[in-house]
């Protein structure tokens, strides 16, 4: 069932609507990432001064451009963690416009869904975004100790935390908190698998960018197969 909802989930990304979703959460992506690689390449301009005068070695020119080059790889590795967490806040913009798109096209007939206000929905991601982004800034330390099983680290933490949140705020638009809590409670090894295996591509630079919409459209399909259940 994960595989078949995840399938589905990267077919509705073709739907035009899904894919206008995307193009909003790429662009938004790509500036963050830029605001963050802009800031730091200004820190290394004002903190690095442009000759650097080494013993036996005499002056060295070439210290700020070569640090300012390797700002890059360093935020291309450090997008692989922070695409977690900024995943975490693109749903809670996109999750009711990707959610409608995949019921209107699969589950027609519903009733409305439950009306939720901004600061509710604000609030339950950005919420999200600290508690992911904690987890992840403590699993740097730990991944030094756990040496190759790291990945399984990763994967587990955030396909609890991503499962999770994707899952109840999916749930959030057609249930009540204690309903969403109870078929949560019953479901949760399935939701974890689900959200270890949408942690997968979160890894992948570029492929990344589409996971918040296919999480979101994913989790629809799996929310109704349970609750349906």
């Not at 200004?42 to 070569?66: H, M, R, Y």
């Not at 700002?71 to 416009?97: H, K, N, Q, R, W």
């Not at 959030?172 to 204690?178: C, E, G, Q």
Request: contains cysteine; charged residues 10%; proline residues 6%.
């Amino acid at each position: 069932m994960i595989f078949e909802v995840f399938l589905r989930g990267w077919a509705d990304l073709a739907r035009p609507r899904a894919l206008k979703v995307l193009l909003k959460g790429i662009g938004l992506a790509v500036l963050l990432l830029f605001g963050v690689w802009f800031g730091l390449f200004e820190l290394i301009s004002w903190f690095v001064p442009d000759t650097i005068t080494l013993p036996w070695i005499g002056p060295v020119g070439w210290i700020d451009p070569a640090l300012s080059i390797a700002s890059i790889g360093v935020m291309l590795i450090a997008s692989i963690f922070l695409m977690v967490p900024v995943a975490s806040v693109f749903t809670g913009f996109f999750l009711d416009e990707v959610a409608e798109v995949v019921e209107t096209a699969h589950y027609p007939g519903l009733p409305e869904v439950r009306s939720l206000s901004l600061a509710e929905t604000l609030g339950d991601s950005l919420r999200f975004f600290c508690v992911v982004l904690l987890a992840n800034f403590v699993a740097l330390f730990l991944y030094f100790f756990v040496g190759p099983l790291a990945p399984l680290l990763f994967f587990a933490l955030n396909g609890y935390l991503l499962g999770r949140e994707y899952f109840q705020m999916v749930a959030a638009r057609r249930m009540s908190r204690p309903e969403v809590a109870m078929l949560y409670g019953q479901n949760k090894v399935t939701v974890w698998m689900a959200g270890a295996l949408m942690a997968l591509p979160l890894t992948v630079p570029l492929l990344n960018l589409a996971v918040p919409v296919v999480g979101a459209a994913a989790f629809t399909h799996l929310f109704h197969r349970l609750a349906r259940n």
